[in-house]
């Protein structure tokens, strides 16, 4: 019964690859995201989807491409893998009907060598 | 520059010890604050939200403070147990959800 589940929860990548990681919440919000938490734990946002529209997309490289088939899914690909991107990536979601309470997911740990 | 300040950056203390754990923030308009729990490997947790009318929120052994004024939050634990070890992130919304500004948290071990 995971409200907010992500996939891989553990990706080892080459420098160069293109990847994808993916989200799914089956808790019926309307505004999904993605963070980044760096090794210093700093969780930053990456982008914010409302009803599978981009309402945020904060200074990350164009390498990063969000997708939002629909309001329960909002997966991330990622172009051209670059050590840098070694981090945590969390997906959350909320509505407004729940407080604004964030639900977070488990996390992607990406390891790029 | 990070609007929303923790301390201590990490503490440790013996189980069935309370401490308390201190946010500040300049964000700016201020709606409300919330504090989430991180375990370590796992995702953030919601363990309060306040408001900017709310001074003190309980959650079972959790309480948070808020002082609007001063614009300073603290989260207090009482009675430690060796579960609450975990990383204590203080989160403050500028205008809604879409916006947040992250502390970098507080690592909390509690030793038996």
């Known amino acids: 019964d995971t409200a907010v589940s992500q996939t891989p929860k553990y990706l080892v990548t080459q420098m160069g690859n293109d990847k994808s990681i993916k989200c799914e919440q089956n808790l019926g919000h309307d505004t999904m995201y993605w963070y980044k938490q760096d090794s210093k734990k700093f969780l930053k946002i990456m982008f914010s989807?409302?009803?599978?529209?981009?309402?945020i997309n904060e200074t990350v490289p164009n390498r990063f491409s969000p997708k939002s088939p629909d309001k329960a899914h909002l997966n991330l690909h990622i172009n051209s893998l670059e050590l840098g991107d070694s981090a945590v990536y969390f997906c959350?979601?909320?509505?407004?009907?729940?407080?604004?309470?964030?639900?977070f997911g488990e996390g992607s740990w990406l390891t790029v060598v | 520059k990070n609007q929303v300040e923790q301390s201590p950056q990490s503490l440790i203390i013996l189980e069935g010890k309370n401490c308390t754990l201190q946010c500040n923030y300049t964000v700016s308009p201020f709606s409300n604050l919330r504090w989430y729990k991180q375990d370590t490997g796992r995702g953030p947790v919601s363990l309060t939200i306040?408001?900017?009318?709310?001074n003190t929120k309980s959650n079972g052994r959790y309480t948070a403070t808020l002082d609007a004024d001063t614009k300073q939050s603290s989260l207090h634990i009482t009675a430690s147990q060796l579960s609450d070890s975990a990383s204590y992130i203080c989160v403050v919304p500028r205008t809604g959800a879409n916006n947040l500004f992250f502390g970098t948290g507080t690592r909390l071990t509690v030793i038996p």
């Open positions: 959350a979601s909320t509505t407004q009907i729940s407080g604004n309470t964030i639900y």
């Open positions: 989807y409302n009803n599978k529209e981009l309402i």
């Open positions: 306040m408001t900017f009318s709310e």
